[in-house]
């Protein structure tokens, strides 16, 4: 099992290339798409009506468990999270996990959530998790671990800060990542330097710099998922390469 968490500030592509990621290697793997982005947009991005959400379980849960009686919780959960949180796309499976839980005691909700999900994502070859840049569902153990994390940046000081402080938050919460990889995404012509710059001196390797295009402006605006890109742009052919590269590196 290969688990990818794809992250990194605000707007820089993080959904996109998580959308092309699973769509490339769901041909070849036994994929599981994770939406742990809690301002949710993944499904559209691969083109998926979600059912549930991981959250939304929690709270049926939460408000049912006192009439559940001797019934095995874990067991109640499992099943419905298989019976309605999880989306069968042609290729993959998708789990959005939604908000965070409200006020009141979560814990032994998020306890058995935790031993879920762990076994759910056994079933799987390779796990793709598109989330924020905090890695919340991380630090909070919601999701077990990550073997590779991908810090998306686009050419701003600020992406390159919030790459930074994942690397830093990673350590200090001991997430135990095997190696943080950096992607840089909508870059300009003759503005790699900065990046390349930053990746030598931060010792966050560099994946590749994806160019900015037009035809994802356009899905965009049309409403349509990024991946209907198409294969041949030198777009989709990188993020192909980054995708062969992640997995690979996992066997070798
Ligand atoms: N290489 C690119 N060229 C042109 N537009 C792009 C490119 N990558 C992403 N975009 C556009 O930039 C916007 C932000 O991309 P995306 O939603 O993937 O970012 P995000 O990091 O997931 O954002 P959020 O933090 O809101 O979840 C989208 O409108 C997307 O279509
Ligand atoms: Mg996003």
């Known amino acids: 099992m290969v688990v990818i968490a794809v992250t990194g500030k605000?707007?820089?592509?993080?959904?996109?290339?998580?959308?092309?990621?699973?769509?490339?290697?769901?041909?070849?793997?036994?994929?599981?798409?994770?939406?742990?982005?809690?301002d949710s947009n993944l499904p559209e991005a691969l083109g998926v009506k979600p059912r549930k959400t991981l959250g939304?379980?929690?709270?049926?849960?939460?408000?049912?468990?006192?009439e559940m009686g001797?019934?095995?919780?874990?067991?109640?959960?499992?099943?419905?999270?298989?019976?309605?949180?999880?989306?069968?796309?042609?290729?993959?499976?998708?789990l959005v996990m939604g908000r965070p839980e409200g006020e009141g005691c979560y814990c032994f909700a998020n306890s058995l959530l935790r031993g879920v999900l762990r076994k759910l994502m056994r079933h799987y070859?390779?796990?793709?998790?598109?989330?924020?840049?905090?890695?919340?569902h991380f630090s909070r153990g919601t999701i077990g671990g990550a073997d590779y994390v991908v810090v998306v940046t686009d050419m701003?000081?600020?992406?390159?800060?919030?790459?930074?402080?994942?690397?830093?938050l990673s350590s200090e919460l001991?997430?135990?990542?095997?190696?943080?990889?950096?992607?840089?995404?909508?870059?300009?012509?003759?503005?790699?330097?900065?990046?390349?710059?930053?990746?030598?001196?931060?010792g966050i390797e560099l994946l590749d710099l994806l160019p900015y295009n037009?035809?994802?402006?356009?899905?965009?605006?049309k409403g349509e998922p990024v991946v209907l890109i198409d294969e041949n742009s030198e777009y989709a052919k990188?993020?192909?390469?980054?995708?062969?590269?992640?997995?690979?590196?996992?066997?070798g």
């Open 156 to 168: 701003s000081k600020k992406g390159l800060s919030t790459a930074k402080r994942i690397k830093e």
């Open 56 to 66: 939304e379980v929690r709270e049926v849960f939460q408000e049912s468990r006192d």
């Open 238 to 251: 990188k993020v192909k390469k980054i995708a062969t590269r992640l997995v690979g590196d996992s066997n």
């Open 125 to 136: 070859d390779v796990i793709v998790i598109d989330t924020e840049a905090g890695l919340e």
């Open 10 to 38: 605000g707007g820089t592509g993080k959904t996109v290339i998580s959308a092309l990621l699973i769509h490339f290697l769901s041909r070849n793997y036994n994929l599981l798409a994770v939406d742990a982005d809690p």
């Open 70 to 94: 001797t019934m095995n919780k874990e067991q109640w959960l499992e099943g419905k999270i298989y019976s309605e949180a999880i989306t069968e796309a042609d290729n993959f499976d998708l």
């Open 214 to 221: 037009e035809e994802i402006v356009k899905l965009d605006i």
């Open 174 to 202: 001991k997430l135990n990542f095997k190696k943080i990889f950096l992607v840089g995404n909508r870059m300009m012509n003759g503005m790699d330097e900065e990046i390349r710059k930053f990746s030598d001196e931060e």
